[in-house]
């Protein structure tokens, strides 16, 4: 990679809890900015491989059934690690802009905090499967889970939205502690707003960043 590459590569990651709006920012943020010039790849965890759709599959359909713990935590692992040496490196190799639904912090708070998992554990499985690879910037959508799971909830609750309300406030809670702990790293915005004025407030922080 130039130098010149490696100063244009933008990795962007929007995190949050169900019906926060991630899919809905990570395709408008991408249309802004290929208005904006940039050649942009827009992805998603899991699946946003062949291999990871059917890793998703597995993960999300309720006919899976309950998981043990670790076994989810390393199929959402497998899914980073061939998505990150297939997709997301790659693109940043050609100085490109990755727009990704999710990523390592969905693990942590999934799996980790909703799950109960040991969080150095995970964390280094999940460093280890992706090389140490760390967005540039991750967008935590904060939504109140009760209003979050009902907008989520409107074709039906897949395995992780099915899970009690519980664990859905412990997921929010460490998306929070994530982002409190590197604040540079992060931009945390209130998503129960106008899906446009949570988009103006990305293009605010990304303006001479990204374009």
Not at 108 to 123: K, N, P, S, T, V
Request: charged share 25%.
């Amino acid at each position: 990679m130039s130098q010149q590459e490696a100063s244009r590569a933008l990795f962007l990651v929007f995190e949050g809890g169900e019906g926060g709006g991630k899919s809905t920012q990570s395709r408008m943020t991408a249309e802004w900015l290929r208005a904006a010039g940039r050649t942009v790849v827009q992805t998603r965890q899991p699946g946003g491989t062949a291999v990871g759709a059917r890793l998703r599959e597995i993960l999300l359909d309720p006919a899976t059934g309950v998981l043990d713990p670790r076994t989810e935590s390393l199929v959402y692992a497998a899914d980073k690690a061939e998505h990150v040496a297939t997709v997301i490196r790659p693109a940043l190799e050609r100085g490109e802009v990755v727009v990704c639904d999710r990523y390592v912090d969905s693990t942590l708070a999934y799996q980790g905090a909703g799950r109960a998992i040991d969080a150095a554990e995970l964390a280094q499985v999940s460093a280890w499967a992706t090389g140490g690879l760390r967005p540039h910037l991750t967008v935590v959508l904060d939504i109140d889970p009760r209003v979050g799971l009902l907008r989520a909830g409107g074709t039906g609750h897949d395995r992780i939205e099915a899970e009690p309300l519980a664990f859905h406030q412990r997921v929010r809670r460490h998306f929070l502690d994530l982002a409190a702990e590197r604040p540079a790293d992060y931009l945390v915005l209130d998503a129960d707003r106008d899906p446009q004025a949570i988009q103006a407030d990305i293009r605010a922080a990304l303006l001479g960043v990204a374009t």
